[in-house]
């Protein structure tokens, strides 16, 4: 299904998110904080367009992907950008050894993985000690009002316009039954902490329609203190 949409992704994601997607993604790459020297894992990075705003602050990053067609797609774009590599990987048994980066984001994508409490335990295995987490994902708006009229978005307008812009709209189909179905901020933030994460935190996005989750590793402290998105 995400082989099918690669090509038109960003800009559907776009479309559909009435252009919040990209602050989004700024939020999370201050959160991500990338400096010169670090390892990054992008975990579901799509096209890498997280990837490459991480790379060219002078950490090098792994864009990883479940879907080739995902990752073919990020290659032809921005095989060029320095610090940048990618890599097919199931987020439940990364390709990679223990304790091998700095910080692991996952963007959008969590709740796509199978098993996402397996994902968090390797995300875990795979981050040095006092490495950081930064995830962010749908949630759900604290506000009954609000809620309402994002659950109105969600079910009535967003499959017309999917229909209209995006080439597979049954994908977009079940990108809002994912959505309805994701648990909420609280329950995520207590999947992260079981799966071994301390000072786990979170704060909502656009009203709660996304949370920003921040934990880190037991172990060394960061060279840096986690901070604030």
């Not at 659950?151 to 995006?166: D, E, K, M, T």
Request: with cysteine.
């Amino acid at each position: 299904m995400f082989d099918q949409v690669a090509a038109g992704y960003d800009r559907t994601n776009t479309v559909l998110s009435l252009g919040n997607d990209k602050l989004w993604r700024v939020a999370t790459a201050r959160a991500v904080a990338p400096r010169a020297g670090q390892r990054i894992l992008d975990l579901a990075a799509g096209t890498a367009a997280s990837s490459v705003a991480l790379a060219r602050r002078g950490a090098a990053v792994v864009a990883a992907d479940f879907s080739p067609g995902m990752i073919a797609e990020g290659r032809r774009r921005h095989a060029d950008v320095a610090n940048l590599t990618f890599e097919q990987a199931d987020a439940t048994a990364l390709p990679f050894a223990d304790d091998t980066f700095d910080t692991v984001t996952i963007s959008f994508g969590l709740r796509n993985v199978h098993d996402p409490r397996r994902a968090l335990a390797e995300m875990l295995r795979v981050t040095k000690p006092g490495g950081r987490l930064v995830i962010c994902e749908f949630s759900h708006p604290q506000s009954r009002v609000f809620g309402g009229l994002y659950a109105f978005y969600n079910n009535r307008i967003l499959p017309v316009v999917a229909g209209a812009v995006s080439s597979n709209a049954e994908a977009y189909e079940y990108l809002n039954e994912s959505i309805r179905d994701w648990p909420g901020q609280r329950a995520l933030a207590g999947w992260i902490r079981d799966a071994g994460w301390t000072g786990v935190a979170y704060r909502d996005l656009t009203f709660g329609i996304v949370a920003l989750h921040r934990a880190s590793k037991p172990g060394a402290a960061p060279t840096e203190p986690v901070t604030g998105a």
